[in-house]
């Protein structure tokens, strides 16, 4: 039939046609109406249907006793029954029909002012067509209402001495005498009055020497906030929730060139709307009093002259730029609106010459919507153009470096001009005028750099070496390594593998911190092909150092521990110098060969196999050890003893349960694919676990890749059966049934063992994704370890979210892997 909203008079039109000339009941229409809308549209069509029955038929029954609410048993046999039944059936058809109201028809001569060009989706035909009327709610219909009242005022000529403003739907007449704005103002309305246009009366304000205009008391050369605005926005009550804090960021944003700093008085306003929930505390009161009491004092600005150039005095602070931009008055100069922006999370980990760059950017770009594109002069206290034609590439991309050229540098109607005068943007966060003189570039350099004899170009003396990391995923697994190269005779330095869980960025800056390692007390320049490792040492390295290695959002660095590693080792050499070099290059010439080398000898390592304990003893145990009482009564008959956690034998060996020596197996195998025997020796060179042979021949007949290489060694699958099961509950099978609901529990959780047929059943309120993998956690892991496979009947049980459910309290999916493997397979019941 279609949707009511969309399309109702071709929903009545079809089901008229459906009804034909068929008498039909109570029941039989009601029924039809309950398939085809939902409760809030049939209350629309049957008040709909009622009004218009009414208008129609007016000294006839009400339309409630036509359509009734509940059914009056109207009998078919008899004629004033079915009188009553097409009598609804015809209120019904008239209801949808009426139910969404439609636009206003245009007048034939305004419909060209709303011509638009259609494309036919199936053609690709082109054409011009007209709007008959506008369509109810049509969020453009503004928007053409005021390019169509431009080209109607366009044939309209104001006298001399006077201009029309348009905005929309509002027009402003300005002139410099009373009579001639009057006289004016008399042509524009008769004008528009010949036109077939209607004018407001309540907002007309006429011949009157300041007018409210958009919110804003426009008086001679300046102009004001309205003081009902500000009496509104003081009114407003302290918001509980994100919808009326954006309100109130809408109201005052409105309001900010009046208000000196605004950004940083919104700020918290801002950091509000990053939470989950509003919690509004009396230091938020206070800072909210002091933004009305800022809209209180609102200073009168002065209205913009386009014919005269444009002065802007920019400054930062606090991660925020500041900024008044001003004219010339009769020699004074005067505000024409104060600007402020704040700083993008990565721009303010920048030193605060480099910040300056961006903030006369932003600046810029807020002024010219005032000043429409007229000259200006940006005064700031920092070298802008020299910073960015010397120092800016080590810390802007190409992209950001190009669009700040283009706005500050090539800008033919922009001048900027470095000053130490009195700036007044300085006043705007409480400091003096007065700044002590600086030389962007000496001060830049003495920020970001470390220590003494650091360069970044390539030292004459010393040894020249060639690092890099690498991290790839082979045969659906991690590998990771590091290799470091002699450039002098082409020999390995060092070079080694790394955890299966670090990134290329991780093994990069490890590469690094090996070098400076071995350079200690020496003098060498180290290549690298990674910008971040070279922007640790040379750019950001010494202010993450000096905030306590932590981001420009106050949380930990990811790479913290490196960083400081690297920050502390640079010191050591006696001169050093990190170059960066581009990676993946071809040629014969020494840098170039350089870095080819290390990055295959990084590639080689990476494929070697970690020793194992550096790996298990000092690596972080994602799956934490918790033996059942059973197991601590067996570590005590075997002499063992608790020692700060943990339980360990008289040698020295950690006593571990049955369930996280599988993970440790899993994770030794995973890198060495030692078979039974090798596997358990090498784990009782460390632990003790009770079973452990069986436990590590499991291991191994579950391993692919070993029964890939072993084939004569696989038992084979009965035909037609499921894949064979090597442990208790490795391989299950889980189902819900329906029973008879008994108080909240409606479904059995059936879960059972393909080695011995064991069946573990829970009751349940729901048969969800969500219960099985509470009860995966609570039930089966913790008392026979994680499952490699689980079969269901590809019901929502089955669905991938049941997976990333139970796999959430280890973390993240890199972190689950370390574990074991889950397999959720699907079989379809026959």
């Known amino acids: 039939m279609g949707k009511l909203m969309d399309d109702p008079l071709g929903v009545s039109e079809r089901l008229d046609e459906f009804l034909g000339t068929s008498i039909c009941s109570y ?95 199936d053609t690709n035909r082109k054409q011009q067509l007209r709007w008959a009327s506008l369509p109810q709610g049509f969020v453009d219909s503004p928007n053409l209402f005021g390019q169509a009242l431009e080209q109607l005022l366009s044939q309209f000529s104001p006298r001399k001495g006077t201009k029309i403003l348009q905005y929309v739907d509002d027009l402003l007449v300005a002139g410099e005498t009373e009579g001639d704005v009057r006289e004016c103002t008399i042509e524009l309305l008769n004008f528009l009055g010949e036109k077939g246009l209607k004018v407001s009366k309540q907002k007309l304000q006429f011949t009157e020497p300041g007018v409210k205009y958009l919110g804003h008391w426009l008086i001679r050369g300046k102009k004001k906030l309205d003081p009902e605005r500000i009496a509104g926005i003081l009114e407003l009550p302290s918001p509980k929730n994100k919808r009326q804090v954006r309100q109130l960021l809408g109201l005052l944003g409105y309001c900010r060139q009046w208000i000196e700093g605004y950004s940083e008085k919104a700020k918290f306003l801002y950091e509000k709307l990053t939470k989950d929930k509003i919690k509004w505390t009396e230091q938020d009161d206070k800072e909210l009093q002091r933004l009305k009491e800022a809209l209180v004092t609102a200073p009168v600005l002065s209205l913009p002259e386009i014919n005269k150039k444009f002065q802007l005095f920019v400054d930062v602070s606090n991660h925020t730029a500041y900024g008044v931009l001003m004219q010339e008055w009769a020699g004074d100069r005067k505000p024409v609106s104060y600007l402020s922006k704040l700083l993008d999370p990565v721009s303010r980990g920048w030193p605060t010459c480099l910040l300056a760059i961006v903030a006369v950017a932003l600046l810029v770009e807020e002024a010219k919507k005032i000043t429409f594109g007229a000259p200006m002069v940006v005064y700031t206290p920092h070298n802008v153009r020299t910073l960015l034609q010397q120092k800016a590439e080590k810390w802007l991309t190409d992209a950001k470096l190009l669009k700040y050229e283009a706005i500050l540098i090539h800008a033919p109607e922009l001048e900027v001009r470095t000053t130490q005068a009195s700036n007044p943007a300085g006043f705007l966060y409480g400091e003096a005028l007065g700044k002590p003189v600086h030389n962007c570039s000496d001060l830049i350099e003495l920020q970001t750099k ?104 106050g949380k930990n660095l990811v790479h913290e521990d490196l960083i400081r590693q690297i920050l502390e080792a640079v010191r050591e050499p006696k001169a050093i110098a990190v170059v960066y070099v581009k990676g993946h290059q071809a040629g014969l010439q020494f840098r170039i060969r350089g870095n080819n080398l290390a990055n295959q000898e990084a590639r080689k390592a990476a494929l070697l196999t970690l020793e194992i304990p550096e790996n298990i003893t000092k690596g972080p145990q994602e799956f934490p050890p918790h033996p059942t009482e059973k197991e601590i009564e067996e570590f005590k008959k075997i002499g063992g003893t608790l020692e700060k956690g943990k339980w360990k034998l008289t040698d020295g060996r950690e006593l571990i349960p049955k369930a996280y020596a599988r993970t440790i197996l899993k994770r030794l195998h995973s890198q060495t694919h030692w078979g039974t025997p090798a596997l358990a020796e090498q784990f009782l060179k460390f632990f003790r676990c009770k079973g452990i042979f069986e436990l590590a021949k499991q291991e191994v007949q579950n391993c692919l890749v070993c029964q890939k290489i072993n084939k004569s060694r696989i038992r084979q699958n009965i035909s037609g059966g499921r894949p064979l099961a090597y442990r208790l509950f490795g391989r299950i099978q889980v189902d819900f049934t329906e029973l008879p609901k008994i108080g909240r529990y409606k479904y059995l959780l059936v879960i059972v063992d393909q080695l011995t047929h064991w069946v573990e059943a829970f009751a349940s309120p729901r048969a969800t994704a969500q219960t099985v993998a509470r009860r995966l956690l609570e039930e089966i892991v913790p008392r026979y370890g994680i499952p490699d496979s689980i079969n269901s009947d590809q019901g929502t049980t089955s669905h991938q979210k049941s997976q990333n459910t139970w796999q959430r309290p280890w973390g993240s999916d890199g972190n689950i892997t370390h574990l074991g493997t889950l397999r959720v397979q699907a079989r379809w019941k026959e």
């Open 27 to 121: 029941e039989d229409l009601t029924a039809i109406l309950r398939s085809l809308f939902n409760t809030e549209e049939r209350e629309m069509v049957r008040q709909a249907g009622i009004r218009e029955w009414e208008r129609q038929n007016p000294p006839s029954t009400p339309g409630d006793q036509k359509w009734p609410s509940q059914d009056p048993r109207w009998n078919a046999q008899t004629e004033e029954g079915r009188r009553n039944m097409i009598d609804m059936r015809n209120i019904i058809i008239q209801g949808i029909r009426e139910a969404v109201p439609r636009g206003q028809n245009l007048t034939e001569g305004s419909r060209d002012f709303f011509a638009f060009q259609w494309e036919d989706p």
């Open 450 to 553: 470390v220590r003494e004899h650091l360069e970044d170009k390539e030292l004459d003396e010393g040894e020249k070496w060639f690092v890099d990391g690498s991290a790839r995923v082979i045969e659906g697994k991690r590998k990771s390594g590091y290799a470091i190269i002699n450039g002098k005779t082409g020999e390995v330095v060092k070079s080694g593998p790394l955890s299966t869980s670090w990134s290329a960025q991780a093994c990069e800056l490890y590469a690094v911190l090996q070098a400076l390692k071995e350079l200690k007390g020496k003098t060498g320049t180290i290549f690298t092909n990674s910008k971040y490792a070279f922007g640790v040492v040379h750019t950001f390295g010494k202010i993450w150092e000096e905030r306590g290695l932590i981001n420009t959002r």
